[in-house]
């Protein structure tokens, strides 16, 4: 890469940036956000971190979803007829995939937060690769009907379901390309994202109301500032009305 043009400077945004992308290539998810968050830091008006603002978002927001959906597969698994030796442990583990999700879920949120009180700055797509794994994902349908399997099995799909969840949040967020992101759509993106993790917290999951009505008054949030800023663009109007009045809703129950 260096190659090509100008060196890449140790810690420059450039260098961070592609450091990233090398450890979302090898599922490194967790160090790869925070690597992207450095890119920020290092230089917060740089074609870099326009990029690193948007991918780490959907990096937190797809491993959130995917630790939710290996955690959903768990309880399901749990309470499958034929789990009843490993039901107690397949809960177990499920819980603690959904606590996985929250931690990933709130740092996502911390984000969104940040990027809402600052002044608006340009966003743009980013171009990432990550290799389809159907076949360790598919592992999840047998979990889902009580089947055990090893450690080393679990965690491959875990990987792979991560990796697919991340490419479907990038793309919902953005796309894939390097255009830029208009920030309505992806508030609006992130609010469904929120209310889709609200359900970690239900009585079959972490059992946390204080929590739940946390992820609906954020959404409404996101919903409300995608609003403000759709102006004239009937679509992203409608679907900002639409998700405020379910959040509204969704409140008033709790």
Same mark, same amino acid.
């Given at each position: 890469m260096a190659a090509c043009g100008e060196p890449i400077v140790a810690r420059s945004p450039e260098a961070l940036y592609a450091l990233a992308q090398q450890q979302i290539a090898n599922a490194s998810y967790s160090p790869a956000a925070d690597t992207l968050a450095r890119v920020v830091l290092a230089g917060p008006e740089s074609a870099p971190a326009r990029r690193a603002r948007v991918l780490?978002?959907?990096?937190?927001? *797809?491993?959130?979803?995917g630790y939710q959906q290996v955690g959903e597969s768990? +309880?399901?698994?749990?309470?499958?007829?034929?789990?009843? &030796?490993?039901?107690?442990? /397949?809960? !177990?583990? &499920? %819980?603690?995939? =959904?606590?996985?999700?929250?931690?990933?879920?709130?740092?996502? /949120?911390?984000? %969104?937060?940040?990027?809402?009180?600052e002044p608006a700055s340009p966003l743009s797509g980013a171009d990432i690769s990550l290799a389809a794994a159907a076949a360790e994902r598919a592992v999840l349908a047998q979990v889902r009907q009580g089947q055990w399997v090893e450690d080393a099995i679990r965690l491959r799909a875990?990987?792979?379901?991560? *990796?697919?969840q991340v490419r479907q949040v990038l793309a919902g =967020?953005?796309? !894939?390309?390097g255009k830029e992101v208009d920030p309505a759509a992806l508030y609006l993106a992130a609010a469904r #994202?929120? +209310? !889709?993790?609200?359900g970690i917290f239900g009585p079959e999951g972490l059992r946390e109301p204080r929590s739940l009505r946390l992820y609906h008054e954020r959404a409404l949030q996101l919903a409300e500032r995608a609003g403000e800023?759709?102006?004239?663009? $009937? $679509?992203?109007? #409608? #679907?900002? @009305?639409?998700?405020?009045? +379910?959040?509204?809703? @969704?409140l008033k129950k709790q």
């Open positions: 780490r978002l959907a990096l937190l927001g *797809g491993m959130a979803r768990y +309880l399901a698994g749990s309470k499958s007829a034929g789990a009843a &030796a490993y039901a107690s442990q /397949m809960r !177990t583990i &499920a %819980l603690d995939y =959904f606590g996985r999700a929250r931690g990933s879920s709130l740092e996502m /949120m911390d984000a %969104l937060d940040r990027m809402l009180r875990e990987r792979a379901e991560v *990796g697919e =967020f953005a796309g !894939t390309g #994202e929120l +209310l !889709t993790l609200s800023l759709a102006a004239g663009r $009937p $679509p992203l109007l #409608e #679907e900002s @009305a639409r998700l405020q009045a +379910l959040c509204r809703d @969704a």
